[in-house]
């Protein structure tokens, strides 16, 4: 069973807010993801890392950001939301080495009004 | 750049009858390939996966995959369904570089099983 945890798992926010999504995975996996997606659209990945201190832009531009102090814990921020950004976003995690499987949290839905 | 294409956005079909999950893609290096199932209200979980060997890949809750190359395939199979297989499953693609753990998905297909 897969141990990652996503919070909140929903958010209503006004235009202008600053928000953050938290991820944290206890399995100790390197590499860690965050996928955009909207309702019968394919995943877009936003923002991945493959361990600490290291953070890439996804294939699908995103204004949000992303750290990766630790491990376990891979949060991602929108400094000032906007109604555009209103989508469920899911954090992944995997193991290093080869093609292996994700791992992904339940998800946090976002609305911004 | 690789890309997904699941042929069908919702498939409806009864208890207890066959179906299959159409999934094609396009790469221009070898690829694995995933199928992933995402309950509602749920993250997706790992239905199957092809790396390398026979094409006819098994994964769990009875699900079966098949790898056509020539057809740039990976379409999803169940002999008979469970209402409780109501999802949606998407497909994904991934090269066999660097960028074996960057995962591209389609856009899903809808599975609703009807009493």
């Known amino acids: 069973e897969a141990d990652i945890y996503q919070t909140p798992r929903y958010l209503v926010i006004g235009t202008g807010k600053k928000i953050t999504l938290e991820c944290s995975q206890t399995?100790?996996?390197?590499?860690m993801y965050w996928y955009q997606q909207d309702p019968g659209m394919e995943l877009h990945l936003i923002h991945y890392s493959y361990g600490v201190n290291s953070t890439e832009k996804g294939d699908l531009s995103s204004e949000s950001t992303v750290s990766r102090i630790r491990t376990e814990h891979f949060p991602l921020t929108l400094e000032s939301a906007r109604p555009s950004h209103t989508s469920q976003y899911l954090c992944?995690?995997?193991?290093?080495?080869?093609?292996?499987?994700?791992?992904f949290g339940e998800g946090s839905r976002l609305t911004v009004l | 750049a690789q890309s997904v294409t699941q042929l069908d956005s919702q498939v409806p079909v009864f208890e207890e009858a066959p179906v299959e999950l159409r999934c094609n893609y396009s790469s221009s290096v070898s690829v694995y390939l995933f199928w992933y199932v995402q309950y509602p209200n749920q993250g997706l979980q790992l239905l199957l996966k092809y790396l390398s060997g026979s094409t006819l890949v098994k994964g769990i809750n009875g699900f079966e995959a098949e790898f056509n190359k020539s057809q740039t395939s990976f379409h999803l199979r169940k002999p008979s369904v469970h209402i409780s297989d109501t999802a949606e499953y998407f497909c994904?693609?991934?090269?066999?570089?660097?960028?074996?753990?960057?995962?591209?998905f389609g856009q899903g297909t809808r599975l609703t099983i009807n009493p």
């Open positions: 994904a693609v991934s090269d066999r570089g660097r960028g074996a753990q960057k995962l591209v």
């Open positions: 992944a995690s995997s193991e290093y080495a080869g093609p292996g499987e994700l791992f």
């Open positions: 399995m100790g996996h390197d590499k």
